[in-house]
């Protein structure tokens, strides 16, 4: 993938087996770029661009903005709903379909006995394997001794149950060591996660990095 914003000159390009991060020390231009792509994922318009092969992509579909770190919820209601929905349709392949139609007929069963007695007739039509699966509310198990290992695991996620994004991160610099940071690094560009590292001071330079300057005075080093 890559990234442009008309304020910056040139693009990103992402795939290139280097860690892109751009440094921005303006803040007038930091808080326009970042709420350029975030209006763009609330379905607004704006300048930001992404594309892939396939040309121009959607930034609301193909683009995560990573913020909030202390903490940082792997629990978020579009992947959730995504695992969801794999879930369903797993339960329902050849290997799990004969069993997943015996659970839902021992519950649909259990429900109209629990119902004989009543002096009415109730009957149950929301009683569905996707809607058992909704019900039980799956989630992300949240114990983690290294964020920068939980942050590597929900572009894993994302990836496995959405589909390949551009996640760009804001100040992550700032919560991880150098030495567990060029791990980090090492990790993100060999499984060929997109990312662009948005910071708004410099930081240790590691030789992974590609790195862009924007300085106090709008002029662009790097």
């Keep these: ?40 994922i609330n379905g607004e318009k704006g300048k930001a661009v992404v594309a892939g092969e396939a040309g121009i992509l959607e930034l609301a579909k193909y683009v995560e903005v990573l913020d909030s770190f202390i ?5 978020r209601k579009s992947l959730l709903s995504k695992i969801t929905i794999a879930m369903e349709k797993c ?41 058992l699966l909704r019900f039980s509310s799956p989630e992300l198990r949240e114990e983690y001794d290294s964020l920068a290992e939980k942050v590597l695991d929900y572009m894993e996620l994302v990836t496995e149950f959405d589909r390949p994004k551009l996640f760009l991160t804001v100040n992550l ?40 300057i924007i300085d106090i005075d709008l002029c662009e080093i790097g």
């Design 1 to 40: 993938m890559t990234f442009a914003y008309p304020e910056i000159s040139g693009c990103f390009d992402l795939g290139d087996g280097k860690l892109h991060t751009l440094i921005i020390e303006h803040p007038a231009l930091l808080r326009r770029l970042l709420a350029d792509v975030r209006g763009q």
């Design 71 to 75: 903490p940082f919820d792997l629990n």
């Design 91 to 131: 339960a329902l392949s050849p290997e799990h379909y004969e069993d997943s139609m015996k659970i839902m007929g021992e519950i649909e069963s259990f429900l109209h006995r629990l119902a004989f007695d009543f002096p009415c007739d109730i009957i149950f039509p929301k009683c569905s394997l996707s809607g």
């Design 173 to 212: 610099r700032s919560y991880l060591e150098d030495s567990v940071f060029s791990l980090f690094a090492d990790t993100l560009l060999s499984h060929g996660y997109q990312i662009l590292m948005i910071e708004n001071y410099e930081k240790t330079r590691i030789p992974q990095e590609e790195r862009r």
